[in-house]
Nanobody, 126 residues
Framework: QFQLVESGGGLVQPGGSLRLSCAAS????????IGWFRQAPGKEREGVSC????????DYVDSVKGRFTISSDNAKDTVYLQMSSLKPEDTAVYYC???????????????????WGKGTLVNVSS
């Protein structure tokens, strides 16, 4: 059964760090792109970062460049999002998504992906 499970969210103070995990099961990681998206209250879903499992290419939305890092552990079928220097505007529910493609992963920032996890809440507040 195709499944994506996010974890690692929580409450953190501005300037702090969190690492999100997206554990995948039920499909072969190699032919997919995995993306992290977020949706803040009252706002549209936004593509944050993505990684192509076929070649390791990564991409980021401008607002998180230099602060967030996406990585993968193929042996564990898990993708991570290391978030540093967090700001209150990073507060959102973070979702991971998967799409079977070898296209550029950021092409899917606006359209979203075929498969989704249920999300994990990140709350950046003092």
């Amino acid at each position: 059964q195709f499944q994506l499970v996010e974890s690692g969210g929580g409450l953190v103070q501005p300037g702090g760090s969190l690492r999100l995990s997206c554990a995948a099961s039920g499909f072969t990681f190699d032919y997919y792109i995995i993306g992290w998206f977020r949706q803040a209250p009252g706002k549209e879903r936004e593509g944050v970062s993505c990684i192509s499992m076929s070649d390791g290419n990564t991409d980021y939305v401008d607002s998180v460049k230099g602060r967030f890092t996406i990585s993968s552990d193929n042996a564990k079928d898990t993708v991570y999002l290391q978030m540093s220097s967090l700001k209150p505007e990073d507060t959102a529910v973070y979702y991971c998504g998967a799409e079977r493609t070898v296209a550029r992963c950021s092409d899917y920032f606006n359209s979203g992906m075929a498969y989704w996890g249920k999300g994990t809440l990140v709350n950046v507040s003092s």
